[in-house]
């Protein structure tokens, strides 16, 4: 994400004067049940996993999961990029390539012992 977007989102959040109301508890509870919407995509689409029809609804409910990310960051004082790559290179010491390459195992069932 560009730092234009970010601050196109802070923008519009600070153009209505809605900052005052964005506090983290109420920016992860909106965030959740933005997830939730996403997520309402696919309830009861059985062995359906084609999103082709979907990805109008998708693309709306996914921006909003999104620029609540970007809101709750921002109130919380978190750099997007800083934190992003700490997870990544945390997920790459859990996940090595040599066990975790065509494998979906968790981490914990992963075979450590080459360390």
Not at 56 to 73: F, G, H, M, P, T
């Amino acid at each position: 994400m560009t730092q234009q977007t970010i601050d196109m989102i802070l923008k519009f959040r600070d153009d209505r004067n809605w900052k005052q109301f964005h506090n983290p508890k109420d920016l992860s509870i909106s965030l959740c049940l933005e997830a939730a919407e996403l997520l309402e995509v696919f309830q009861w689409s059985g062995t359906d996993l084609v999103c082709a029809e979907k990805l109008d609804k998708i693309r709306e409910e996914l921006a909003d999961v999104i620029c609540y990310s970007v809101l709750l960051a921002d109130a919380c004082g978190l750099d997007l990029d800083e934190i992003v790559q700490a997870k990544v290179k945390r997920n790459g010491e859990k996940y090595p390539i040599s066990q975790a390459y065509n494998n979906k195992a968790k981490y914990t069932e992963l075979d450590h012992s080459d360390k």
